[in-house]
């Protein structure tokens, strides 16, 4: 089922804040559609409406709205709001493009980490598909789009480096949205459902990971805090890669933090644009699985091939040179 245009249509944009939310949000704008965009942070939403509404359209309304996803009370409020704002008794669409990164080993992690990570990457999925699933339906012609990500394929980012709570949340995302194409085929035929995968993305996420668990910036960062980010197991396997010296200090931990957001975000082999554009284009061709990135499409490749291979990651990425996935 194709959408040939998302003019006049009103979207829901979760984590708008940044990243593809914020780029997805410029697009639809842009594009002739409404949007109603939700962040954890208030100041970065605010950035994002301001510059929608420099590009939008005539007669496109963008909103932003404070939202903690992982929060069903607060998706509520979101839902409530946005629609009192944009006057309207349904939305269109819904990317549910909200996540955290962390929680990475569930043998070490805090307990209370762990579970922040998998309440924002899951359950925000969940409380989101049951606040607006009745709005897109009175719409006649609505889409879900979840985010997933190449952790919802393979659960790992390589050796020594787990990924737990992310991956657990990301396959949850992704069976979840793969069971609703049936459902909704049969109990609702007005809409329809998209999952998106991707890989690396140039995007803020491991700062704003930071930030969701209450602490700063890494550049903001006590020693303390530098050093809780990067356990002695981590650490140890970073100064023998030789990406920290020997006997790092607090400084040294937090311009490595630096250096990795800034790195994750600007040597990403597809920018936050790049892949927003791609996920609209698969919306409106009416694919229901978008997959973002070589290394997402290989990962894919390779799982579904071999999925015995899947953690022996010399087999897995054999004739490859090495490599990675992450979103």
């Given at each position: ?5 998302f ?15 914020r ?8 594009q ?11 100041d970065?939403m605010?950035?994002?409406?301001a510059?929608?509404?420099?590009e939008?359209?005539p007669?496109?309304r ?11 009370a ?8 946005l ?35 998998f ?8 409380y ?11 719409s006649?012609?609505?889409?879900l789009?979840?985010?997933s ?24 995302v992704?069976?979840f949205?793969?069971a ?9 035929p ?8 991707p ?7 491991v ?15 006590s020693?303390?805090?530098a ?6 197991g ?14 790092p200090?607090g400084?040294d ?13 600007d040597?990403?082999p ?30 894919d ?9 899947a953690?022996?990651?010399a087999?897995?990425f054999a004739?490859l ?6 979103s």
């Open positions: 089922m194709v959408m040939d245009s003019a006049g249509k009103l979207a829901v944009v979760t984590g708008g804040g940044s990243g593809m939310g780029e997805l949000s410029r697009q639809l704008a842009a002739g559609c409404s949007v109603a965009g939700c962040d954890l942070n208030p970065t605010a950035e994002t409406v510059l929608a509404e420099a939008a359209a007669g496109v963008v909103t932003g709205h404070p939202c903690d996803v992982a929060d069903e607060q998706v509520l409020r979101f839902c409530d709001a629609l009192a704002e944009h006057a309207s008794d349904h939305v269109d669409l819904v990317f549910s493009n909200a996540g955290a990164g962390g929680g990475e080993s569930f043998v070490r992690s805090q307990r209370e980490v762990w579970e922040r990570i309440a924002i990457d899951w359950w925000g999925v969940y989101c598909a049951r606040a607006f699933l009745p709005l897109l339906i009175a006649g012609d609505g889409v789009v979840n985010t990500s190449v952790n919802g394929l393979w659960a790992s980012l390589g050796p020594g480096v787990p990924q737990n709570a992310y991956s657990a949340a990301k396959f949850a992704r069976g949205t793969e609703l194409i049936e459902d909704l085929r049969t109990n609702a007005q809409v329809r459902v998209a999952l998106v995968l890989g690396h993305v140039g995007t803020d996420i700062t704003n990971s930071l930030l969701v668990r209450g602490l700063p910036a890494p550049e903001h960062m020693d303390a805090q050093t809780q980010i990067v356990p002695p981590v650490r140890d396997a970073l100064i023998q890669a030789g990406a920290l010296p020997e006997e200090t400084a931990l937090r311009q490595f933090l630096v250096r990795v957001n800034t790195d994750f975000r040597k990403a597809v920018t936050a644009a790049q892949a927003a554009t791609i996920i609209l284009d698969g919306v409106r061709a009416g694919a229901w699985r978008i997959l973002i990135g070589q290394d997402a499409k290989i990962i490749e390779r799982v579904r091939a071999k999925p015995e291979a953690y022996d990651y087999e897995l004739g040179g090495g490599g990675d996935a992450q």
